[in-house]
Nanobody, 117 residues
Framework: VQVVESGGGLVQAGGSLRLSCAAS????????MGWYRQAPGKERELVAR???????YYEDSVKGRFTISRDNAKNTLYLQMNSLKPEDTAMYYC????????????WGQGTQVTVSS
């Protein structure tokens, strides 16, 4: 499975960005997918995830501002980020779950999101 993120960039506080994650290879609707982020000096954290049934989870700090969605026909995951804050600045990673292990076994290279105040 190959995972490629895009859509990061520099935005002012209060602005919006949409991240995309294109997955290819042995992937199906059974694969859960998620977005993680890691800021300098901090541990990587789960931002949002969507399972094979379409159920979603959001980390508390992004609830009401971020929306995760997926286009199963295109094997593409999205993260719409609105009302961005400087503390959202991080490298954002897309992860794909392996149905056999239940773990996020496949990762992209990341896309940088920088929010200026």
């Amino acid at each position: 499975v190959q995972v490629v993120e895009s859509g990061g960039g520099l935005v002012q506080a209060g602005g919006s960005l949409r991240l995309s994650c294109a997955a290819s290879g042995s992937i199906s609707n059974d694969n859960g997918m998620g977005w993680y982020r890691q800021a300098p000096g901090k541990e990587r954290e789960l931002v949002a995830r969507i399972n094979s049934g379409g159920s979603t989870y959001y980390e508390d700090s992004v609830k009401g501002r971020f929306t995760i969605s997926r286009d199963n026909a295109k094997n593409t995951l999205y993260l719409q980020m609105n009302s961005l804050k400087p503390e959202d600045t991080a490298m954002y990673y897309c992860a794909v779950e392996s149905p056999s292990s239940g773990e996020y076994d496949y990762w992209g290279q990341g896309t940088q999101v920088t929010v200026s105040s």
